[in-house]
Structures are given as structure tokens and as C-alpha cells.
């Protein structure tokens, strides 16, 4: 940061230092420079979001920008008049608003998720909204930004937390269809990213019969389909329930220990989550078999990405705020948590009770 300070004289210099670039407000985030709101949780006059699940964006903002997919996956969720004002920003496309140029760059969590950086003259500010570094077929690597103030996500700010490669994950769902061939095949998935990096998993392993879905999750499914995402051949789950014996079926979180999953006789309950580390969420969730797959950076990631963005002030929101604040003081950073009220220490709500049709 010094660096990028040398022009300026010293009293401008301690005054720019001294001016936090971000505040927190009970909407949430807030660039007063942009004069915006970074993924309120309530209504606001202009709000840039990073992505779409639910506690990320909500309906009723003024103007919102975002990427092209977010604002799409809005409209999906909310209807076509969620806002007053939508505009699209592009990858790497530089936008004046307020006192601050905005750029947005991909954060590798679902399809279209965004970091937002925030540049003035001599602060270099970036929001990662939620992101991971594992590969994903359905959506844009994340990429670091280089940049002073980095505000990251910690739900698994954890070093219990290591995810394993989400292939091997799939591998045992695979290998139980080996093993169980009569039995239906139940993975609870969220309804926005994790249900469509399943089936792509899935497909990566060489699986090519028809996977099916509930009904819940095609809308989201049938939208990342037609931005050309390969997902293979899907079928609704519609009335059918024995018939579908040995077959996999993908459905939201909540169906899982539902009257639903009892058409299907004794299906195997599986459930892709970051959590299905935890045992006991395992259980509460009913899933007898857990598939650690997560589309939040784990533990190693987290710390590593800290690093690659060479930011000096950590702001750590939405989990293990505490553990990654201290981690990020031992390793000679100022970090603070910042508690922040509205958004899920889970993996996303999403519509999940939504009726199956
Ligand atoms: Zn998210
Ligand atoms: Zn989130």
C-alpha cells in the first residue's frame, strides 16, 4: 500500500489511511466512496451483488449490479421486477460508481459469482462474497486480485476443515450404486451450484445414464443448461417412485428425510455438503452417506488465498470468524471479524422446502 502512497502528501496520506473504505451497517457492507451496499441483507438504494444465493441477494434494491448470471438467477428466484434498475457488469470490465471504480472478478462459487474490488486512488479493497478454490465444471475459477483490504468468508474457518477432492467423493456414491444396484440413490444437494456440480461430477466420472431430478431444482438446472453448461441427459422425477430403483436422483437438502424419499422404498440417503465432515450434521441431515463437497474455500484454501492477495487488513465475515483472525495475526496481518448479522454460517440456504412438482 505504501507504495501506491508515494504522491500523496503526508497529512492526505494519514487521512486516506486513517479512512476505513468499508462500513458496516445493519443492511450490511457499505462503501460510503461508492455510496453502495455489498450483498445487503435488506432493501437499499444500490446494492452490488456477488452472487445469487439468498442471503446474498435479496429482492426490493433500488439498482443492483452484478454479473449477467447473477442478475439472470435473480430474476429466476424473485421474478423479472426484483429490482428497480439491473445492470450487468462483465468479468473485468471497470465501472465508475460514486467516487470508486468497480470491477467484478470470478470467485468460483456458482455460476456467475463474483468478487467486487473497490479501487480509489490508493485503496485497493476486496469483497469475496462466498468462493473456493477447488475445481468446478460448472462455473469460473476463482481468480486472486491483488489488492490492500481483503473482506473474506470463513464457514469453514476451521483447520478441522479439509476438503477432499470432490471426485473421490463421487467415487463412493459410484461405488455404493455398484453395491446396492436395486436401490434408488438419494443426493441432497443445494438448489443453485452444488446440485449442478454433482450431476457434473458425476458425469466427469464416466456416468452417463440419466440422472434425475426433483422437481425443485430444475428451474436453476435448466438455466445452467442453457448457458451451456453440459449436465448430460436429466429427467424429472415427476410421479415416479419404485420404478426408479438403482437409479440417482438429485434433490433438495430438506427432502432427504421427508415423506417424499419414502415412494422410493429404502433409497440410500447421500447428501453433498462441507459439512458431512461433521458427523453429527450427517446424522441431522439423515444422510447415511455423507460427500464432502463444498463450494466454499476450506481451511488450507482459506489461509492460502489470504496470502496470494498480499492484502495487509483481513476483514473476516460469515462463520469461523474468530480461528482465520488469529491465524491471519500470527502471519502478520491485521485481521477483524466482523459479525455480521443475516447472512448462513451453513452452505447456503436455498429454497429447499420449495414443493416438488
Ligand atoms: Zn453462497
Ligand atoms: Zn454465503
Request: proline share 6%.
Amino acid at each position: 500500500m505504501m507504495k501506491r502512497l508515494l504522491n500523496v502528501a503526508p497529512d492526505q496520506e494519514l487521512n486516506l489511511l486513517m479512512s476505513d473504505p468499508l462500513t458496516i451497517t445493519p443492511e450490511g457492507l457499505y462503501s460510503p466512496a461508492a455510496r453502495a451496499h455489498i450483498d445487503p441483507v435488506r432493501p437499499v438504494e444500490r446494492a452490488v451483488v456477488t452472487h445469487g444465493h439468498a442471503d446474498h441477494a435479496r429482492a426490493g434494491h433500488g439498482a443492483v449490479l452484478a454479473t449477467r448470471q447473477t442478475l439472470d438467477i435473480m430474476a429466476i428466484r424473485y421474478g423479472e421486477n426484483f429490482c428497480g434498475t439491473a445492470q450487468a457488469v462483465d468479468f473485468g470490465e471497470t465501472l465508475r460508481v460514486g467516487d470508486v471504480d468497480v470491477s467484478l472478478h470470478p470467485a468460483g462459487h456458482v455460476l456467475g459469482s463474483a468478487q467486487v474490488l473497490l479501487q480509489t486512488g490508493v485503496q485497493r479493497v476486496v469483497i469475496s462474497g462466498d468462493y473456493k478454490r477447488q475445481s468446478d465444471p460448472t462455473c469460473a475459477p476463482f481468480e486472486p486480485v491483488p489488492c490492500d483490504t481483503f473482506v473474506t468468508e470463513a464457514t469453514f474457518g476451521l483447520p478441522v476443515f479439509r476438503h477432499p477432492p470432490a471426485r473421490l467423493e463421487i467415487a463412493k456414491l459410484l461405488s455404493s450404486l455398484d453395491l446396492f444396484p436395486e436401490q434408488t440413490h438419494l443426493v441432497g444437494a443445494y438448489a443453485l451450484g452444488k446440485a449442478q456440480r454433482v450431476i457434473a461430477e458425476i458425469r466427469a466420472a464416466g456416468y452417463g445414464k440419466a440422472i434425475y431430478l426433483h422437481g425443485a431444482l430444475e428451474r436453476l438446472t435448466d438455466y445452467y443448461q442453457a448457458q451451456g453448461i453440459d449436465l448430460g441427459l436429466l429427467e424429472p422425477v415427476g410421479k415416479r417412485g419404485k420404478e426408479l430403483q438403482g437409479e440417482i436422483i438429485i434433490c433438495p437438502p430438506g427432502q432427504l428425510s421427508d415423506r417424499w424419499a419414502r415412494r422410493f422404498g429404502d433409497p440410500v440417503a447421500a447428501m453433498a455438503s462441507g459439512w458431512m465432515r461433521v458427523r453429527a450434521r450427517a446424522r441431522q441431515r439423515g444422510a447415511e452417506l455423507p460427500l464432502i463437497i463444498s463450494d466454499h474455500a476450506d481451511w488450507d484454501d482459506l489461509c492460502r488465498t489470504i496470502l496470494q492477495t498480499g492484502a495487509e487488513q483481513i476483514w473476516v465475515t460469515h462463520g469461523a470468524e474468530e480461528a482465520l483472525v488469529h491465524w491471519c495475526e500470527l502471519n502478520g496481518r491485521k485481521a477483524r471479524p466482523l459479525n455480521m448479522i443475516g447472512y448462513d454460517d451453513g452452505e447456503d440456504t436455498d429454497d429447499v422446502h420449495a414443493t416438488e412438482s
